[in-house]
């Protein structure tokens, strides 16, 4: 069975919607950073869309099962849920850890270090997706790449 254009180009949109909030989330974070006085309170519109970003890709799981795409992208939609649920867990032990040992700033350049692999990622999901919106006749190559 192939699944329907509408659902091809519903998961694409979703993947660049997913790209363009992980980006922002980046912009966030560094104005959080770098901001006259960073605090907590700095970094909260990052924490409070960094819970959205693990919507969108559960979603985007929900609709490529449902519309039969093939397993690749089901596993990386799914594959970016959990990079973002361990952001989550990285954050919230760095957090409880402080500022005041050398424990939590690590942590926190590992919440970086693994946002640049979600990034890689949701980068990877957006380029594959391109082929989703053609209809699947006329897709230039096998978005797969088996």
Do not use: C
Request: glycine letters at 8%; hydrophobic letters at 55%; proline letters at 4%.
């Amino acid at each position: 069975m192939t699944s329907s254009l509408t659902t091809r180009r519903a998961f694409a949109v979703l993947a660049v919607l997913q790209l363009l909030v992980v980006l922002a989330q980046f912009y966030l974070a560094a104005a959080g950073a770098f901001s006259a006085k960073p605090t907590d309170e700095a970094f909260e519109p990052h924490k409070a869309l960094g819970y959205v970003t693990f919507i969108v890709p559960v979603v985007m799981a929900i609709v490529a099962g449902a519309g039969r795409l093939p397993r690749r992208l089901i596993g990386l939609a799914a594959l970016v849920a959990g990079l973002i649920t361990v952001q989550t867990i990285v954050a919230k032990i760095a957090e409880s850890l402080g500022d005041g040992g050398a424990a939590g700033p690590l942590l926190f350049g590992l919440h970086g270090l693994v946002a640049l692999v979600i990034l890689a990622v949701v980068g990877d999901l957006a380029r594959r997706s391109r082929d989703l919106w053609r209809p699947a006749e006329r897709a230039a190559y096998n978005i797969t790449h088996e």
